[in-house]
């Protein structure tokens, strides 16, 4: 067994708790916070199937962010949407057999590749070009686009510049899910792209990456408009009560 | 680029607008800004109104509300302490501060930033001013890599920056409906506003207010003789007019309605004419109801300010009240975030409202009242009372964007133009992405509207101003609509900035009020 391969299995291992533990502790964060008040974004639904429906069109056509700014739509939906496409593409390498609805996602998971590195620039160009969007943009904010198109990129590159034996990389992966570590191969352009991934998952639980969990937290997007049908209280508004 | 036009606009307006310099006591001279042919985003600058703040609030306003009289001495450890007390007793704040990506969705959506240009003014970079805060001392990142993620200490410069561009900010939402991830910057502002009074560096005007409702009991702090005169003088106006006794009652036990509107209603114009109105709709359709001297107050500043237990003990004098007359239905009058605290609030902070009659919502808006009869016929009018008016109607943030009216989503925007083309031949909506849940803020919402922040209400009023003019000019409108006393008191001191005439602005039920049939019933 090489260093390398003990290396990577050891960042891999403490990145995934990294992610993990990480994220469960915020959503626990989230979860225990109470919403003492009734603010959704009104008009809002009066159902909470109708809340379930108003954040599925959030999540999965960004329709406030369609409403309020087409070309960051545009980029960021094309980001995300071929970010799914690209991770299903990947889920191959983690299972085996392969699931049939990844098999057949394989030769998309190529083109979605492509178009995510595009949607990316796309994003970081408005970080250069719009004045609104420069002046709020942080180091991390454009570091975390630098992160993404490197990652992607060396994949692509892995398609189509140089290839990596890929069944040895599937053999690793394989190996870190039943704790029986098998030797990964050392191709500079893998290493660069897993080093990235894991950079990636590390950061996720501390960084504005947050946005995925937090979404669903969202009290102008989650509570149902029914503020004068059912009394909403809080556990600590309850205290209050008591003491008057 | 940007400073050429600016240079440019600077020329011109001075050239323009010289007459409509006014300068104020509190408030050196400013610019209004120029309306443009079509809305345009203008280019950021930096600092362009850092200068703008409100007075902070003196000793005895504080220690009445029991603030703390002045900035306390170890400040920082306690504004850090609130924060993370309001970090765990609000989930908005908790969510809101971790999740935004800087997309700049939201840049362009606030009317101070449309209106100012100052990129502080924009959504994001004002909950910025909080966020790099929170990540300083509350998270990983800004305590380890500070300049990566933008994070700082609190310093006296952050708090002087805190108390001016968080007293910019209206809390009218309209960042929320646009943010993918639907923060809230009221919720921040709100949170920020709380931990500046924890310290002792709170806003006097809205400060001051909520000392004045808790002793007098409302706003303007009119005791209950003068209301008593007032509405007195009011009944015997409307006998002069119409012929027609209609009554004001005042603390009428065993009345069915107990009516709670913003006490700008009983001393204002043009807020008066919509109490008259509201009168008369109670008159014709023989509901019989009343006031109440202890809680004549619809508003309810400690919104504003974000304070849970001061909205709370305001909220209560209306509780106190309704057991006190036995009514059975509570209505609020025209006012938009007096609406937002009792169609969202109420029933968590007072109720439940198992006394009252459950045939009817509790609360019910006047709007949602007076629509209903309409809708059942049970109210008369003869519309061409109101030709003289071509109108048009101004959605409040609040109502818009944090309540409703009736029974399906969106009804806030439809019983309040329903009631005006029922009882008016000639309206049109502004354009559509500044009505419904897009709409302005007038600029002078969310405890803004004071004087020494009349720089920053006209700006942030330009907006609107342009939609109204493209349908002044395109419709010939000259009445603007409006259920919320802020924006009546706004619009009423900023129409003349834009070259309007101040008297455009009005209530819904000062239409009603002009169409309504008495007696014949």
Same mark, same amino acid.
């Given at each position: ?127 250069? =070009? %719009?004045?609104?969007?420069?002046? !709020? ?6 570091? &975390?686009?630098? +992160? @993404?198109? #490197?990652? *992607? ?37 893998? =290493? %660069?792209?897993?080093?990235?991934? !894991? ?6 639980? &501390?960084?504005? +990456? @947050?946005? #995925?969990? *937090? ?30 | ?521």
């Amino acid at each position: 067994m090489s260093l390398l391969t003990i290396i990577y299995a050891a960042l891999f291992y403490l990145a995934t708790v990294f992610l993990v533990v990480g994220v469960a502790l915020k959503i626990r964060t989230y979860a225990k916070t109470p919403a003492p008040l009734k603010i959704p974004t009104t008009p809002a639904p009066l159902t909470k199937s109708g809340v379930g429906w108003r954040m599925a069109r959030e999540v999965v056509f960004f329709e406030s962010l369609f409403k309020s700014s087409l070309w960051t739509w545009i980029f960021g939906w094309t980001f995300h949407a071929t970010l799914f496409a690209v991770t299903l593409r990947h889920l191959r390498y983690f299972q085996e057999p392969v699931w049939l609805p990844i098999v057949l996602v394989q030769s998309i998971g190529i083109y979605a590749g492509i178009a995510m590195v595009a949607a990316l620039f796309g994003l970081w160009a408005r970080r250069w =070009l %719009v004045d609104r969007v420069r002046y !709020i943009s942080t180091p991390s904010d454009h570091l &975390i686009l630098v +992160l @993404l198109i #490197a990652i *992607g990129i060396s994949g692509l590159a892995m398609k189509f510049v140089a290839h990596t034996d890929v069944i040895a990389v599937k053999l690793f992966m394989l190996g870190l899910m039943r704790f029986d570590l098998q030797p990964l191969p050392s191709d500079p352009v893998l =290493l %660069v792209h897993l080093t990235l991934v !894991i950079l990636l998952m590390i950061i996720f639980p &501390i960084s504005k +990456l @947050l946005h #995925a969990p *937090g979404i669903f937290f969202s009290p102008t997007r989650n509570q149902v408009d029914d503020a004068r049908e059912a009394r909403h209280i809080s556990s600590w508004a309850t205290g209050l009560e008591r003491r008057s | 680029m940007g400073n050429r036009i600016g240079k440019t606009q600077l020329a011109q307006s001075s050239a323009n607008y010289i007459q409509r310099k006014i300068s104020y006591m509190a408030t050196a001279a400013f610019d209004t800004p120029q309306i443009k042919s079509y809305p345009v985003i203008p280019l950021v600058q930096a600092g362009a109104t850092s200068h703008l703040k409100p007075f902070v609030a003196p000793a005895p306003i504080q220690k009445a509300i029991g603030f703390p009289e002045e900035l306390v001495e170890n400040w920082q450890e306690k504004a850090i302490a609130k924060m993370g007390e309001l970090l765990g007793k609000y989930r908005s704040l908790q969510v809101y501060m971790d999740t935004c990506v800087h997309c700049g969705a939201c840049s362009d959506k606030c009317h101070y930033f449309l209106g100012t240009a100052d990129p502080k003014n924009m959504p994001v970079a004002r909950q910025d001013l909080m966020r790099k805060i929170y990540r300083r001392y509350f998270t990983f990142a800004g305590k380890y890599f500070p300049k990566l993620v933008g994070a700082v200490d609190l310093t006296k410069e952050v708090l002087d920056e805190w108390y001016s561009y968080y007293h910019q900010c209206s809390e009218c939402r309209r960042c929320s409906v646009f943010c993918p991830y639907g923060i809230d910057t009221a919720e921040v502002t709100m949170a920020a506003r709380e931990i500046m009074d924890s310290i002792g560096h709170g806003q006097k005007y809205s400060n001051e207010i909520i000392g004045k409702v808790h002793r007098i009991g409302n706003n303007l702090g009119i005791p209950g003789p003068a209301l008593v005169d007032t509405l007195e003088g009011l009944a015997e106006d409307i006998k002069d007019d119409t012929g027609v006794d209609i009554k004001f009652p005042l603390d009428v036990k065993g009345a069915e309605v107990l009516l709670i509107t913003p006490s700008a209603d009983f001393f204002s114009e043009p807020h008066v004419e919509s109490l008259i109105g509201y009168a008369k709709v109670f008159h014709a359709a023989g509901i019989s109801w009343t006031l109440s001297s202890h809680a004549s107050e619809a508003g309810n500043f400690g919104m504003f300010i974000g304070n849970y237990e001061q909205m709370r003990n305001i909220s209560m004098r209306v509780k106190e009240a309704a057991l006190e007359l036995g009514v059975k239905r509570i209505v609020v009058g025209e006012c938009g975030h007096a609406w937002r605290v009792a169609y969202s609030f109420w029933n968590t902070l007072i109720g439940p409202f198992d006394y009252l009659d459950q045939r009817y919502p509790v609360p019910q808006h006047i709007c949602e009242v007076t629509d209903d009869l309409i809708q059942r016929g049970a109210l008369q009018f003869d519309k061409e009372a109101n030709d003289n008016k071509i109108i048009t109607f101004h959605d409040s943030c609040n109502v818009a964007r944090a309540s409703r009216m009736g029974n399906m989503p969106g009804g806030q925007f439809i019983i309040p133009r329903r009631i005006i083309t029922s009882v008016a031949n000639h309206f049109y909506d502004m354009a559509p992405n500044t009505i419904h849940e897009s709409t302005f803020c007038c600029g002078g919402g969310g405890g803004l509207l004071t004087d020494d922040l009349m720089e920053v209400r006209v700006k942030g009023a330009l907006p609107r101003m342009e939609a109204l003019k493209y349908l002044v000019e395109d419709r010939q409108v000259n009445f603007m609509a409006t259920i919320c006393a802020i924006c009546k008191a706004q619009f009423t001191k900023v129409l003349p900035y834009y070259g309007f005439n101040m008297s455009m602005v009005g209530g819904v039920h000062q239409l009603v009020s002009k169409a309504i049939r008495l007696g014949d019933k």
